[in-house]
Every structure is written in structure tokens, then in C-alpha cells.
């Protein structure tokens, strides 16, 4: 009976032991904003900056994200279906795009973070650095012009190939002379090594370059752009930005469709935020809120005046 009863005790220690360590497994899984693992779907135009933003949530937090990197289309996609619970898209959610998240029952939480634009790059032998938005549209439409030999853009489902289509009136991608690769780095790649291309990138992969691409970088021309109205030519740069006047800007949202408050709340907070937007204004992209300068006074004199 003894031997009974050691076997019960035996057992039961057993069993609140695995049951503590159960429960202190699942409190290290619990998601909050601040803490856990999830998974980021990234407009592949803007993942420079978003790969900064994550390195550093994650230098300062118990977190850790996965990056996807995909085409535009491919990203509203995934949140449709509910792959993706947050995502990082270079415009914002259209009407007829929330009415879908409505039917769901999910109300997505979308935070702007950062001001990008769409670029135009030619090979470095062409001297003029100047182009006319007109003149791209046109030669998009079939229009044929001396300068540009052929347009090509990342992938035919990207966020830069249906900003340029929305700005033409074009569905698709159809005039001759006009090409879709894969990636803002081959279309970097190609332009590089055939004068008279002009290529369509994200404004964030030219601030940004991964260091195997620096030498491409250093063969091509980015080009300043006049736009539809106005007689003045204006580059990609983070003055134009924020005056206003460069005519391909475009607005970076994380949408979250987390419904919970986890990591999604807590990297839109972070990115939205005085970090956040300092490292934007770092990468050369304009932040939302531009952050305040901060001067430590030292017995009448800044620091920097001291020094």
C-alpha cells in the first residue's frame, strides 16, 4: 500500500512539474508589442528601410521578424487570404480594398511612416540628366521619342509598375520597347549596361544600396523630373521631398490586421515614432513627422559650438 502510495506522489510530482513547464513555455510564446516572433510582408520597393527599422526594434526589444519580400500585388494578395497579418505597402488601402476587409470582419490598423518617391535612372553616358514625366507616358502609350530606346521596370505586378500605370491610364503594360525583370536591382543592373534605357526604381534602393551594388550605382544617372504641370525639373531628394515638388512622391504605410496588440501595434508605434522617424530621415527618405533638433546649452554655448 505504501509503495501504492509513493507511486501517486511520484506521479503527481510528475505531473506538476511538465505542467509548470508547459506554462512557462507558453508565457515566453505570448506576442505582445514589445516581445515574440511574426512575420512582416514587404512591398520589395521599400525594403531597405523597413530592414532598418526592424534591426533596430529588434537591437532594443525581445523580438524578432521575418522579412517577405514581395511584389505589390503579391503582398495585398497575402493579406486578403490571410497569410499576412502585417504588411508594409507604398500607398495606402483603396476604398474598394477596406469594403474586402470589411466583409472579413477585419478592420486593418494603418500607420504612415515615411514619404518615398519613384525614380528614373539612365546609363552614366548619357549626359542629360533631365527628363519630362510627358515623355515617359507617352512612350508608355506607344508614343515613340529620339531619347528613350525602351522603358523597364522591376515586375510587372509591382507597386512602381502600377504607380506609372495610374499616371498614364494604362491597365497594363503593353507598349513596345517597355520590359519588366525581377527586382529594382536587375533593372539597376541592366540599365547600367545598355545606354539609352530608362529604369523605374524605388527612390529607397538607390539611398540604400546593398554594397554589391555600389558599382552599378556608380554607372548610372538619376534623373531629375519635370512634371505634368510646371516647367521646373526636380531630383529624388530629401529637399524636393519635403517641399513638395519632386512629382513622384508616394506615401509608406504598415498595415496591421493583427486584431490583437502584438508585435504588428508595436513596430507601426516604433517606425511612427521619434526612433522610428529618425532613422528614415538617416536613410534619406522623408519622415512623417519630421523630428525636432535637440541643442544641449552648456553655460550659454551648444555643445557643438564648444566643441
Avoid at 554589391?212 to 524636393?240: A, C, H, R
Wanted: hydrophobic letters at 40%.
Amino acid at each position: 500500500m505504501s509503495g501504492f502510495k509513493n507511486y501517486l506522489i511520484l506521479v503527481s510530482v510528475v505531473f506538476i512539474f511538465f505542467s509548470c513547464k508547459k506554462n512557462e513555455n507558453e508565457g515566453t510564446d505570448v506576442e505582445t508589442i514589445l516581445k515574440g516572433k511574426a512575420t512582416i510582408y514587404v512591398d520589395e520597393t521599400v525594403m531597405p528601410i523597413v530592414e532598418d527599422e526592424v534591426m533596430v526594434f529588434e537591437s532594443k526589444y525581445d523580438a524578432k521578424f521575418s522579412l517577405i519580400s514581395k511584389s505589390e500585388s503579391e503582398v495585398l494578395n497575402s493579406l486578403f487570404n490571410n497569410k499576412a497579418k502585417i504588411a508594409v505597402l507604398a500607398r495606402d488601402l483603396t476604398k474598394k480594398e477596406l469594403k474586402l476587409f470589411e466583409q472579413k470582419k477585419i478592420i486593418p490598423k494603418i500607420t504612415k511612416f515615411a514619404i518615398d518617391g519613384v525614380a528614373f535612372v539612365s546609363n552614366k553616358s548619357n549626359n542629360d540628366t533631365l527628363i519630362a514625366l510627358k515623355d515617359v507616358i507617352g512612350f508608355i502609350k506607344g508614343e515613340r521619342n529620339s531619347r528613350i530606346k525602351g522603358i523597364v521596370f522591376d515586375n510587372p505586378n509591382s507597386s512602381t509598375v502600377s504607380y506609372i500605370n495610374n499616371l498614364a491610364g494604362v491597365n497594363a503594360l503593353s507598349g513596345k520597347d517597355v520590359y519588366s525583370l525581377k527586382t529594382n536591382n536587375e533593372v539597376l543592373k541592366f540599365v547600367s549596361e545598355n545606354d539609352g534605357m530608362i529604369g523605374v526604381v524605388g527612390v529607397n534602393w538607390l539611398l540604400q544600396p546593398e554594397s554589391s551594388m555600389e558599382s552599378v550605382i556608380s554607372k548610372i544617372n538619376v534623373l531629375s523630373v519635370k512634371g505634368l504641370k510646371g516647367t521646373k525639373y526636380y531630383s529624388p531628394s530629401q529637399n524636393d521631398f519635403a517641399e513638395g515638388t519632386y512629382p513622384l512622391l508616394r506615401d509608406l504605410y504598415i498595415v496591421n490586421c493583427q486584431g490583437t496588440s502584438g508585435l504588428g501595434m508595436g513596430i507601426a508605434s516604433f517606425a511612427a515614432g521619434d526612433i522610428g522617424q529618425r532613422i528614415v530621415l538617416k536613410s534619406g527618405l522623408l519622415p512623417y513627422k519630421v523630428p525636432p533638433r535637440r541643442l544641449h546649452v552648456v553655460h550659454g554655448e551648444t555643445e557643438n559650438e564648444k566643441k
